[in-house]
């Protein structure tokens, strides 16, 4: 087949699927065509679908109708489009999150949209951050539009009882997301106007959306096809593919849509308000697209925000079980994708932070008190202790704690303890832990009991040995309150010997902990100088000049 057949067929294609769409002007797009059930005949047809009930005998002519009271089963009737009543059709809110506005076409004065709701031809609808509305259309079409968003309801016909409806809707700006239903009869519209382009169908899953300050709207295919069309100029975007309209432009040449971006682990549930979810980065992705809906089903969205890097941190939901979606953004704006997944959130009620003792300290002697904050979602507080990490050997586990703080004299020495606490709300509803601490709890060393033994050149001091790890800390002062210290020395052995001072002196003894923690002094000892070989000749001396005297 050479590049000319080619080429031929490809236009052929192109045009068909058009004339699917409906927008290429022909005899038969302003026709309806019926398909006669037993027992119709013209008059009754006329008078039950068409403005006037003489329009039978035009009918008649038109089809080549024999008898107008005997028509053949499943004979097709074509129907001139003018000649069928209409009358206008409403939409009807489905669903409501946040802050929705409606102006209606005969009212000074915006009304907040309720779910029931009828939006009528002319009516002005916006949302506001974090808010959005799910709008159904008399043929069963539906429209989720997101937060931000501005739309007119422009021309909203339904086609008697045909089941045909035209149903166009104009973006000012903002996002929709469309479920066109397939559409039944030539008559039959589904489009979303914007600024920059007309996005045309007859059943299909899409996304619109147009930004006023650039001037351009993205349209982006999940399901069938949308013919979409911006500065005289008409494309066909497939389903997996998108495109940029840019307005007094024609619309870009379909794009392929990112694929979905893939989630790493997180934990479930979430128990912590803030957590982050992460995700690898998508090659040819600028930013990604985070939304949080109550179902899967997202009839309206509670969360809706972007992000330049591959990490989001949640915001501060109710506990539940939620739906999220995610989608990469290219770099003309086009969102690609959709990754669809569950998270579960358990972060209420919020627990307490430890505030004392510090992370990792040391107590020693006194049973430790643990203190937190008091959380405004708590009526009272639950505490476990354990000697693992992973609280597996609980020590400690009191709920219904009225006081922030605890003394847990059930923690022995020479033992590290990890605690944590969760709060307890009013209605009895447990929340998850807080961040846990360590504390370290040891005993004070022991008070030396020292032993002196002494010769005429040295002493030496002894006590019991302390626990592992221990050192001594030993003193020496010319006095017993230790102001004026002459020797400061330790020593890793429960005993030393020293040199025996040459006057009274005063020695004491205390136990350091590993840590440098000092225990008390022992008895302060006094120590005696060594006696005076030469006293005989002293005293003789003495006397002799008192005699003298």
């Not at 619109?208 to 979409?228: F, I, K």
């Not at 972060?347 to 992370?359: E, G």
């Amino acid at each position: 087949m050479d590049a000319k057949t080619v080429s031929f067929y490809k236009k052929i294609t192109f045009l068909c699927l058009f004339t699917l769409l409906g927008h290429v002007p022909s005899a038969v797009a302003q026709e309806w065509i019926y398909s006669v059930v037993k027992g119709d005949t013209l008059s009754e047809f006329s008078e039950k679908h068409l403005y006037k009930t003489s329009y039978w005998k035009q009918l008649q002519k038109i089809n080549n109708i024999a008898d107008p009271k005997r028509i053949p089963e499943n004979t097709k009737l074509r129907i001139p489009i003018q000649w069928i009543k209409s009358q206008p059709a409403s939409a009807e809110v489905i669903n409501v999150e946040g802050d929705v506005i409606a102006h209606a076409k005969d009212s000074q004065s915006p009304q907040k949209v309720s779910t029931g709701q009828q939006l009528n031809l002319g009516d002005h609808l916006e949302t506001y951050s974090q808010s959005s509305v799910l709008i159904r259309f008399a043929d069963g079409s539906e429209i989720l539009v997101l937060q931000n968003s501005k739309i007119d309801f422009n021309h909203m016909t339904q086609y008697g009882e045909t089941g045909m409806v035209d149903s166009r809707i104009r973006l000012l700006s903002g996002d929709i997301e469309s479920h066109a239903k397939t559409q039944k009869g030539n008559a039959a519209r589904f489009e979303i106007h914007t600024p920059a382009a007309i996005s045309a169908v007859r059943g299909t899953h899409f996304r619109t959306s147009y930004t006023a300050q650039d001037t351009q709207a993205h349209v982006e295919v999940l399901e069938g096809g949308v013919a979409v069309k911006g500065a005289k100029t008409t494309r066909l975007v497939r389903a997996g593919y998108g495109t940029q309209v840019v307005k007094n432009k024609a619309p870009l040449t379909p794009k392929k849509l990112l694929p979905a971006p893939e989630l790493l682990a997180y934990p479930t549930p979430i128990e912590t308000i803030g957590s982050q979810i992460r995700w690898k980065n998508t090659a040819g992705a600028t930013s990604y697209r985070f939304m949080i809906a109550g179902s899967s089903a997202f009839g309206t969205v509670l969360w809706d925000s972007d992000s330049a890097r591959n990490a989001i941190s949640l915001p501060d939901l109710p506990d539940d079980t939620y739906s999220i979606q995610l989608r990469a953004v290219d770099k003309y704006g086009i969102e690609g994708l959709v990754r669809e997944q569950t998270i579960t959130l358990n972060a209420h009620p919020q627990p307490p932070f430890p505030v004392a003792p510090n992370n990792d300290a040391t107590i020693r002697g006194d049973a430790p008190v643990l203190e937190w904050t008091q959380s405004s979602e708590a009526v009272s507080y639950r505490l476990q202790v354990a000697s693992d990490t992973q609280f597996t050997n609980i020590v400690v586990d009191r709920s219904a704690l009225s006081n922030h703080r605890y003394t847990a004299t059930e923690l022995t020495p020479t033992h590290t303890y990890y605690w944590r606490v969760a709060s307890i709300s009013n209605s009895g509803e447990q929340g998850p832990f807080g961040t846990s601490r360590n504390v370290n709890v040891k005993p004070v060393p022991a008070t030396p009991v020292t032993s002196l033994e002494q010769n005429e050149r040295e002493i030496k001091l002894s006590w019991a040995v302390g626990l592992p790890d221990e050192s001594y800390q030993i003193q020496i002062a010319s006095d017993s309150a230790f102001t004026s210290i002459i020797t400061d020395t330790t020593a890793t052995e429960p005993e030393i010997t020293l040199e025996r001072p040459e006057g009274y002196r005063y020695v004491r003894v205390r136990s350091l902990a590993e840590d440098g923690f000092a225990g008390a002094w022992g008895a302060t000892q006094e120590l005696t100088p060594p006696p005076n070989e030469n006293w005989p000749y002293i005293f003789g001396t003495f006397v002799a000049t008192i005699l003298l005297l």
